[in-house]
């Protein structure tokens, strides 16, 4: 396998897909760099033809000045955060429901698994109009059918609407991860552990849960990297109002609909700043499982 | 105390029985050893006795004590798995400790239970390992570690030294046996092996398709069989079985006759044969011998230092007080 030889046709045959990867991954972030030192108005009549006029670091300077910088981060990580938490906490007690042997086990696995397949602009149309809705959702039916004051979903709540939104589509991703670890899980530990007098309360503390930690870190790791740029949901609920904006939203902002190329793209560069910061973070915290 | 009684227990999974109505009686202080060919229920038998498996039919006594519906954490029984089923995030202490903690010991008696057994078991230099780092011998001695910690009635070890290469099995059999002698207490071992079932057992039960075919000393199921099975089933290599004219000068449906049993010579015996395959021990040697007339293959064992070569013919006498007589349904004739 790893003769000199082989080592070196390997190379050659790997450099076709490794150039297009750089090439891809690397004109788009140095084009972003690029725009973002420059004043870039297309509608001012700004063009690439003429010329752009280098503003130096102002471009960022304005995009962080911006009164809606910091609450687009803390809405971005509030939403991660959120989410991280709701889809491994559910998923982990979904994956233990599904786990035990029932009546219908292959049609409820598919069930669960469905909101994956859905595009989450359909599912942010469908929360909205079906079941958020404060008039004929099917939640305002529910309030109403106990006598409760049907809420303002996506208006009054809206950080926890997209929360919720979010949640149930990475639910099914969480849940079958885990289910695989757990269904992983050698059956003689657990009965190991029962004849140990260990409740099945103290089996999950003490035998699932680590045998998961290795799982939950990867859903972890995964999702935040999706969960950053959340879109989709937001522009289809609340378009960014009520206190929605996130960090991407804001930067979709400032390129289209203010037209300001330069500016949206210092926010870009914010962008993966905070990426990078939220991945050592992670790594820190829960990448030591992935190790051992 | 430890003395374990089965009435009538029976299991069967869904339509299949697995375990017909089965009696048995396990002494305090015995060291008993459930042997038979694979997919018996062996392993079925042991989880039946450790509570993992609920009975489909029958009562399970502990010290006389009804314990068929007791969860197995009540049942006062260690068990030692296969697999070693070690926890493989914790370090062999933790390991050792968690049966004593579920229990809620204090912790200097912990210390001193884990300082005990990690000397008995070599264990020391190994306590802060996680188990992924042991070999399979250490890794078997944590199991048992984690089982003597807990001062059990009894312990069940399902096939633990199967995973083992030859030679640490052996070393590891002698260490069992010498924890037995120490402990007393009573333990219930399964193995397909027959050399483990004869050496340790002071009590071994025959099991084939979950039916007790003989519960017996080792002794005792050596010399007497009670069947035909059972017969083929002790000692090694197995039994030469003759059926025929030579079975019916005995007054039997068939005959057995163990390979140590049959004395060889170049010329005049009562049998004779051509010599096949020779397996040499160095102390013993094997002959597998053929056109005998009587069975396709007859096993012989003779010293080390008998000579016969592929091809030479061969003769052979029986000891006649060391054959078995079978009838037609495979029983003992006595
Ligand atoms: N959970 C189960 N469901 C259905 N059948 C089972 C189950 N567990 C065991 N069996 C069956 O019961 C029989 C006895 O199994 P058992 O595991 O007790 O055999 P064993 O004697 O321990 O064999 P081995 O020496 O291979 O470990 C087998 O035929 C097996 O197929
Ligand atoms: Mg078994």
Excluded at chain 1, 139 to 145: D, I, P, S, Y
Excluded at chain 2, 261 to 272: A, E, F, L, R, Y
């Amino acid at each position: 396998m790893a003769t000199q030889q082989s080592r070196s046709a390997a190379r050659l045959m790997m450099a076709p897909a490794v150039v297009l990867l750089l090439g891809w991954m690397l004109v788009p972030l140095i084009m972003t760099l690029y725009f973002s030192f420059k004043k870039y108005l297309p509608l001012r009549g700004d063009s690439l033809e003429n010329g752009l006029q280098w503003v130096g670091f102002q471009n960022y300077i304005r995009f962080v000045s911006s009164s809606s910088f910091w609450p687009s981060v803390q809405t971005t990580l509030i939403i991660v955060g959120g989410v991280l938490v709701i889809t491994v906490v559910l998923g982990v007690l979904l994956a233990l429901l599904l786990d035990q042997p029932m009546w219908g086990q292959g049609v409820v696995r598919i069930l669960v698994i469905a909101p994956f397949f859905v595009m989450p602009t359909v599912s942010g149309l469908v929360w909205k109009n079906m079941f958020m809705d404060p008039i004929n959702g099917i939640l305002a039916h529910t309030w109403r059918f106990f006598g409760a004051e049907p809420l303002q979903w996506l208006s009054q709540h809206s950080l926890e609407s997209i929360v919720l939104i979010v949640s149930w589509q990475w639910l099914p991703f969480a849940t079958l991860i885990l289910l695989t670890a757990i269904q992983s899980l050698d059956s003689e530990q657990l009965e190991a552990a029962e004849m140990d007098g260990a409740s099945s309360l103290k089996r999950f503390w003490f035998i699932i849960l680590p045998h998961l930690s290795r799982a939950i870190t990867i859903v972890i790791l995964i999702q935040t990297i999706f969960l950053l740029s959340v879109f989709a949901e937001i522009f289809v609920t609340t378009a960014g109002a009520f206190g929605t904006k996130t960090l991407t939203y804001l930067i979709f902002q400032r390129v289209l609909e203010s037209q300001n190329v330069g500016l949206g793209s210092a926010g870009g560069v914010y962008a993966i700043i905070l990426a990078n910061i939220v991945a050592i973070f992670l790594m820190r915290i829960v990448g030591k499982n992935l190790d051992a | 105390m430890g003395q374990i009684t089965l009435q009538q227990v029976q299991k069967s999974f869904g339509d299949t029985e697995v375990i017909p109505p089965l009696d048995l009686t396990i002494e305090d202080g015995e060291f008993v050893v459930f042997v038979g060919p694979s997919g018996c229920g062996k392993s079925t038998l042991l989880r039946l006795i450790a509570g993992l498996e609920d009975v489909t039919a029958g009562t399970i006594l502990i010290d006389g004590k009804d314990a068929t519906n007791i969860p197995p954490a009540k049942r006062g029984l260690a068990m030692v798995f296969q697999s070693y089923a070690l926890y493989p995030h914790m370090s062999v202490r933790k390991n050792i400790a968690f049966p004593m903690r579920m229990a809620k010991l204090d912790k200097a008696e912990q210390d001193r239970r884990i300082e005990q057994a990690a000397a008995a078991l070599n264990l020391t230099d190994y306590l802060d390992r996680r188990p992924g780092q042991l070999s399979g011998g250490q890794r078997q001695r944590v199991a048992i570690g984690r089982a003597i910690v807990r001062e059990p009635e009894a312990f069940l070890f399902d096939e633990p030294l199967s995973n083992l290469d030859a030679a640490l099995r052996v070393g590891m059999r002698l260490e069992i046996s010498e924890l037995h002698n120490r402990l007393a207490t009573t333990m219930i071992y399964v193995t397909h092996d027959q050399v483990e079932a004869m050496t340790m057992a002071d009590k071994i039960v025959v099991l084939q398709s979950g039916i007790i075919e003989q519960v017996g000393s080792p002794l005792e199921l050596y010399k007497t069989p009670r069947n035909r099975f059972v017969a083929g089933f002790i000692g090694s290599p197995k039994m030469n079985f003759v059926e025929g004219d030579e079975a019916v000068k005995h007054d039997a449906h068939a005959i057995g006759i163990r390979p140590e049993h049959i004395d060889v010579s170049p010329k005049g015996g009562t049998w004779s044969g051509t010599v096949g395959v020779a397996e040499h021990l160095g102390s013993d040697t094997f002959f597998h011998i053929h056109e005998t007339g009587l069975a396709e293959t007859l096993t012989v064992r003779a010293p080390g230092d008998v000579q016969f070569k592929h091809g030479d013919t061969i003769h052979l006498t029986p000891r006649a007080d060391q054959i078995h007589r079978f009838d037609a349904s495979g029983l003992r004739i006595s």
